[in-house]
């Protein structure tokens, strides 16, 4: 096992292995045409959006979630979000579902990024905590079968803070949602 820094956030891989329940399809709802999954996991909503007939492409960088979603039966790549991926600029929605906007722990550079991976008319579907308030950016790891991976930066991003730093990153909130205990916004390219 890796040393973590202090105050850290562990990310369980077992929590994502799960099928899709009502609150992940109410989310998946929210997207529009070719869907980019990025930190896929194990492919849950990858799964779930293919089963509804989407285009959709699970990305990840732990192989054993990549692997997993594979066994699931959706495509799936053991790639970074900054580094080169398949159809850039042509992707409908991107999804940053359990938090994956924290990747990087750099939201407004994840975002960037984003912009870059989405056709023009595309958006974002992003779950936002909607028990923290603020942006708190720090380290983590993720667990799979007791052992932890090295540690990350990730940050948390409440609701009430998403709106500047869509701004940061050219977009606006153009949706707010609540599926059960969780929150979710759409992104738009602000025109």
Sequence with gaps: ?????????????????QPADADDLAFLGLCVGPTLDIGCGPGRLTAALAERGYVVLGI???????DQARERGVVALRRDVFGEL???????TALLA??????????????HRVRQLLDPRGRVVVEVSPHEA?????????????????????????ADAIHPIAARAGFVVTETHAHGRRRSVVLEERR
């Design 86 to 92: 398949p159809g850039e600029g042509q992707w409908g």
């Design 98 to 111: 359990d938090g994956n906007v924290g990747i990087g722990g750099d939201p407004v550079a994840l975002l």
């Design 134 to 158: 603020g942006c708190r950016t720090g380290w983590a790891a993720l667990v799979h079968a007791g052992e932890r991976s090295v540690p990350f930066r990730w940050s948390v991003v409440g």
């Design 1 to 17: 096992m890796s040393a973590l820094p202090a105050s850290q956030t562990l990310l369980h891989l077992d929590d994502w292995a």
């Design 60 to 66: 990840d960088v732990l192989g054993a979630a990549v």
